[in-house]
């Protein structure tokens, strides 16, 4: 398997190269073993492979963390659904980007299903997010579980009756809110939205390898900005609202690092937009990058970039919740959030997943009737 050449982009189909990207091409042609066996030999993908495969294990060691915090409930409470779900979608989406560069080669079928999936994960990693931010973020969302102590709290005194050092006075009620009518789109139609635009964002994606190749990477960074403001409304809201936690409390930190990761999260989105449409260096210098150093090993890692902050960004809301449980909501306001719930994280991420696998099966569909007859030529070859 290692005696099989790589090829120069003039050797494959038009539909295998990459622009600026002039060597290091593997045939469209090989075996299951082959691809595996590449991600040990320079090619033009491997660098692609081990960007977003290498994060898998950084990112899950980052997501650990907050289960081992003083006062954290156990790693399966109802607490924590959403940021499972968070994992999952971050998880689904680096181990599909890497796959789908290290199997693209087995055959221009397999290529477009690989990358189908890739995009079908980038969204579900969104509505992850999504709800993430829905109930850890929002100033006036409502965990239950940690809601119990918040009259003992309020009052000053700790959950166990002794005086509480992080009691403080309740945030503003919810009616002092600058921006109501915001708040009334978060809490009725921001996950359905998320959804939605997901949805959406799939098929366009999807649409970009058959039609509208022309301007493909704009269209696909350009697509995915859409969810990004639709996923990021509860932070806005954060960002404009009066800051839930006192300002003398130890919360008040972490509500400010919210802010900064955010910020850093923008910032590595941003960049990682500019590597992917740009296609720099490789444009400035073409076929000195084919191996190592072309745009989308620099796309694929200040996208993950962009991921740890927003993870650190949700893990200092959660510590926030677990210092100052009762700064929630106000204890005689009731909540208006309900609590996380099977149905409303898990039972989401499936519905969304079946419908982002029947977009794929359609698209596949498509590929398989468009690229057989090309395929069988391939193989005569």
Same mark, same amino acid.
């Given at each position: ?29 090989? *075996? ?50 959403? #940021? ?29 299903? %690989?990358?189908?999936?890739? !995009? ?31 009259? =003992? ?25 600058? @921006?109501?009518? #915001?708040?009334? #789109?978060?809490?009725?139609? !921001? $996950? ?6 997901? $949805? ?21 960074? @350009? ?13 806005? !809201? ?14 008040? *930190? =972490? ?41 989308? &090993? ?54 969304? &997943?079946? %419908? ?11 590929? !398989?009737? $468009? ?11």
């Amino acid at each position: 398997m290692w005696s099989v050449p790589l090829l120069r982009h003039t050797d494959v189909p038009q539909r295998v190269t990459e622009n600026f990207i002039l060597s290091g091409y593997r045939f469209p042609n090989y *075996s299951l073993l082959q691809c595996l066996a590449s991600a040990f030999r320079p090619t033009n993908e491997t660098g692609n492979f081990w960007t977003h495969f290498l994060p898998i294990f950084i990112f899950a060691f980052h997501f650990l963390e907050p289960f081992g915090w003083t006062g954290a409930p156990s790693l399966l409470d109802p607490f924590f659904y959403p #940021f499972w779900n968070y994992f999952l979608g971050v998880f689904l989406l680096l181990l599909a980007s890497s796959m789908a560069h290290l199997l693209n080669s087995m055959s221009l079928i397999i290529r477009e299903i %690989c990358f189908f999936v890739d !995009y079908g994960t980038i969204s579900a990693y969104t509505v992850g997010s999504s709800l993430a931010y829905y109930y850890y973020i929002h100033p006036q969302a409502g965990i239950p579980g940690l809601r119990s102590g918040n009259a =003992e709290n309020a009052s000053g005194t700790g959950g166990n009756g002794q005086p509480s050092s992080s009691a403080a006075p309740s945030p503003l009620p919810a009616t002092s809110s600058p @921006l109501p009518e #915001f708040r009334v #789109f978060f809490e009725n139609f !921001y $996950i359905p939205m998320s959804c939605l635009v997901a $949805i959406v964002c799939v098929m366009a994606c999807c649409n970009t390898r058959q039609q509208w190749r022309t301007y493909r990477y704009s269209i696909r960074t @350009l697509v995915f900005l859409l969810p990004f403001f639709v996923s990021s409304t509860p932070i806005f !809201y954060r960002l404009l609202s009066p800051c839930p936690y006192p300002s003398y409390s130890s919360s008040s *930190s =972490e509500s400010a690092s919210t802010a900064a990761f955010f910020y850093r999260h923008c910032f590595w989105l941003v960049v990682s937009a500019i590597f992917n449409i740009s296609k720099i260096p490789e444009r400035l210098s073409p076929g000195n990058f084919d191996i190592w150093g072309h745009s989308h &090993q620099w796309f694929h890692c200040c996208t993950f970039l962009s991921i740890l902050d927003e993870l650190h960004m949700i893990k200092a809301e959660i510590r926030a919740l677990f210092l100052h449980p009762s700064l929630v909501l106000p204890p005689l306001v009731p909540a208006e959030l309900p609590g996380p719930t099977v149905a409303s994280t898990y039972g989401v991420m499936v519905l969304l &997943q079946g %419908c982002i696998g029947s977009i794929i099966g359609w698209f596949g569909w498509r590929a !398989y009737h $468009i690229y057989t007859p090309q395929q069988q030529r391939l193989k005569l070859h």
